[in-house]
């Protein structure tokens, strides 16, 4: 009976880190916060294998890269370099997001949604203002 749960316990773990090894947000997380895209047919195989071994992890795996945006490829250039984008930073240090999405257009040309619900926005410290050149003001 023992040996019995072992192997159960071992094909579960084994099977469950198999799934979550799947997850484009694992593989590919520089990916994360795209809106929409061409979606990649890699991750959604493996996202595909978890439903075929439990349903609930594959689905929960594919909720995820949906969710985070991991799952779509990336379309060509998509980052711009830190001086340019000094130009949307007030003298006060707010970001100016009719500057923000102009600067973004003409780099990237596309028209990205800074309004979007979806978009994930992160703060910075002052370690990463001191990186860029940047003073913090109060």
Do not use: K, W
């Amino acid at each position: 009976m023992r040996t019995c749960h072992r192997i159960v316990s071992g094909v579960l773990a084994a099977t469950l880190l198999a799934q979550l090894s799947g997850c484009g947000t694992l593989f590919y997380p520089e990916r994360r916060g795209q809106l929409n895209g061409q979606i990649d047919p890699a991750i959604a195989a493996l996202d595909a294998v978890g439903i075929l071994f439990y349903v609930i992890p594959g689905l929960i795996a594919f909720a995820v890269d949906f969710a985070t945006g991991a799952i779509y490829l990336p379309e060509g250039r998509y980052s711009v370099a830190p001086e340019r984008l000094q130009d949307a930073i007030g003298s006060d240090g707010r970001i100016d997001h009719v500057r923000l999405r102009a600067i973004l257009q003409e780099e990237l040309a596309r028209d990205l949604p800074l309004d979007d619900p979806r978009l994930i926005r992160h703060s910075g410290n002052l370690e990463q203002l001191a990186a860029y050149g940047l003073r913090p003001s109060a």
